[in-house]
RNA sequence: GCCGAUAUGGCGGAACUGGUAGACGCACUAGACUCAAAAUCUAGCGAGAAAUCAUGUGGGUUCGAGUCCCACUAUCGGUACCA
């Protein structure tokens, strides 16, 4: 009986102690650098999500190993948090020991799985010998200007008090506690991601990403071209900037429309006729998130700007301005020409607040212009121009670039591409975090602290509650704020806010590459060597966030010249879910967690890892079952006793001959294609084959055990030294195959008449027409659909089928 | 609303470029072993008496459709007035 316990602690002791499975320094070997997202290290401990992505990298490393390459496969913990620091606000420890904790029980849960793991590269966000090198990042940014100080208005979280990302506020909500966010204005550190946007689409065809991700990342950044246009305010030198994407239809711009926030409010406050109603609505809108805006807009809301009026620089005609929620001060000018005939959104406001619509496009293909428009009509392929003066009777798509000349030519505005994607707001009044190394001088302004000072360590505090206005706990620190301005001398500031999460996990992958540096981030040896990663799986969450803020970096560090690659990262997959048993998401209130201990404890690790390859397709969401656990321990079993049959043999027998070349290539393909379910399925077969003929001969189990060992490395590895070998498995070559010997010489072909199966017949491989259809005829069962009836046609597919059809 | 994914036995899921639907596993049934049970081993296992019918629904293309086309439905995920 095969006793797990014994030998995974065995395997993993020998693995540890011999470091078996570190990357080595030899640059001269071919390489391969793979990659997980590393943990945060909660306290709950490791999830059973976490094993899915690592066991699934973790057998390409193995493979890869076995194929001669020199393997990276790293590990390291991303250790900041607010978990940390919420438990240590409520429980009054140090977020650093429970960090500590945490992370001594995240390794001693990871090394029981028995992953091939170079843990003598162990990294950890919170270690000021790696957050040296995050500041370091940070200085260089400012010094190239993307690291610059802005009041704006941000999201404000009510229950961490904190500002967040736009990115991390769902559904209106904070992303991590789920308290209501508003809007606040606030000093930020922001960093000008918006200044990549172009380069972070155009760089996604030089990479081997899914196109799913792809997708979502272009959607994320968000390209869209159109034009900036001035519409002039009578009776002033002033004017209103807009955007839009369809100059064409400006002849029908029948008012204007400002966000709340617009500063042009302020600029002519004297002019505005119902000022107090004005304030009251920009007071009411400033309450709301940008998500309850969208939410609870879907009536439209808004109200004139009475006493102002703005001129349709192409109309001439006078039209009014007004002031809505629906427009945001964070997209485009904060200012838009509405167009109700051709935009949706205008067309509701301009029916509820009884505007003019007019008409400046028609349909190709349908009769818009004589009825009452019930919407707004914005198709571009089947759009004409009417009623626009020199644009009538362009098609839309000509009409844009006509338009667009035109406001070019007479200096109206210009043409303008616009993303989405907005600046990454860097600051977060937090303790737990990388301080921003920063010093404010009265009269030099903001310094970078000297880079030989670094790291700029994150001073030890009793009390880590953020201040009342939001600000860091840090800004109570009045010893550590107060220092000297490294530039003139002067008594100055440090910046108290930190950086966020993000920040550590935005060049992690790099350090890997050499950790212990202390001199550079990484030496330019160890970067030309291993750059770049060359596979990195990850969730589908970490998609628009995680990985463009780390393409983002990787492109700075390319810029400055710290970096051999313009990318990161080669191939990016992702992994699917994993559900409870009642198909929910796990969850300690829904009382469906299962947590992994137990599973090692009860069938061993290696039936942990063939589970979680074996329970459905690696990208799609999965639910847990512990009846399947069972069956996948079984087959181990099974597998173990294979040793009782065992006979002879340094060649494969005739017998599995076929079946030996036919599993080496589908479990190789399976590896590479992340079919890993299949490839189980496949030993499971090839152990049912065995124990039928009760035999399986040395040869054949060797290699089998081969396959099997990125699967389940324990008992592959015992079995393997039981077999007398003193070497371990994990570098021995991948088994080959010969293609000649993964097709059968007889064949079961299928025969149909009319399309549905009636017989089958065996035929040699590739045997001639002629010979095949004399079979068929012949056929006893065939002749009975056959006979009396008229043959209309035969089709013979070689090796596949045989259909006749009869009349 | 928009974008994306998914839909196959009691369950998780297989099925190459259109070519024997249900591999493999679970559950279940029967048998062997056992005083008995568990474990293990062996066999069976979509529905139907059969003809046949079956891959979410309705059409279509084809000698042949889970796979391709058209129109729907449901579930999950992403997104939220982006001018």
Redesign the pocket.
Known sequence: MYNFKEVEQKWQKKWEEEGTFNAKNDYTLPKWYGLIEFPYPSGQGLHVGHPRSYTALDIVARKRRMQGYNVLYPIGFDAFGLPAENYAIKNHIHPKITTEQNVAHFKQQLKSLGFSFDWSREINTTDPDYYKWTQWIFIQLFKKGLAYKATMPINFCTGCKVGLA?EEV??GVCERCGSPVVQKEKSQWMLKITEYAQRLIDDLDDVDFLD?IK??QK?WI?R?E?AEVNFKIKDTDDSLL?????PDTIFGATYMVI?PEHPFIEKHKDMIQNLSEVKEYQEKAAMKS??E?????KE?TGIEIKGIKAINPLTNEEISIWIS??????????A??A?PAH?Q?DF?FAKKFKLPIKLVIKSKTEDIENKELEEAFTGVEDGVSVNSGFLTGLDSKDAINKAIEYIEENNLGKRKV?Y?LRDWVFSRQRYWGEPIPMVYCEDCGWVPVPEEELPLKLPEIQDYEPGENGESPLAKQTDWINTSCPHCGKPAKRETDTMPQWAGSSWYYLRYMDPHNDKEFVSKEALEYWSPVDWYNGG??HT?LHLLYSRFWHKFLYDIGKVPTKEPYQKRTSHGMILGENGE?MSKSKGNVINPDDIVREFGADSFRVYEM????FD????W?M??I???S??L??VWSLQDILVDGDEYSKEFENMMHKAIKKVGNDIEEM?Y??S??TF??MV?EF??AKKINKKEFETFIQLLNPFAPHMTEELWERLGHTDSLAYQPWPEYDEAKTIDDLI?L?I?V????RA?VEIQKDEDKESVKEKVHQNEKIKTYIEGKEIV?E?Y?PN??Y?I?VK
């Open positions: 736009n769902v559904n799913k997708a979502q959607n968000g869209s159109g807009i955007y839009t994407t369809r966000s940008d998500f805006r969208a939410e609870l807009n439209k929620d629906y427009v945001l001060i964070t997209y485009g000018t904060g838009i020409m167009v935009d959104r509701e616009n989405k589908m969450e628009t998401k074996f329970m459905g397709p799609q969401t999965a639910p079952s009846e399947s069972r069956g996948c079984k087959f079993d099974r079919k379910n299949t189980v399925s499971m077969t049912n124990s039928k079961d299928p149909q009319n399309g549905k199966l089958n046609k089709i597919v596949r089928i259909n059809v």
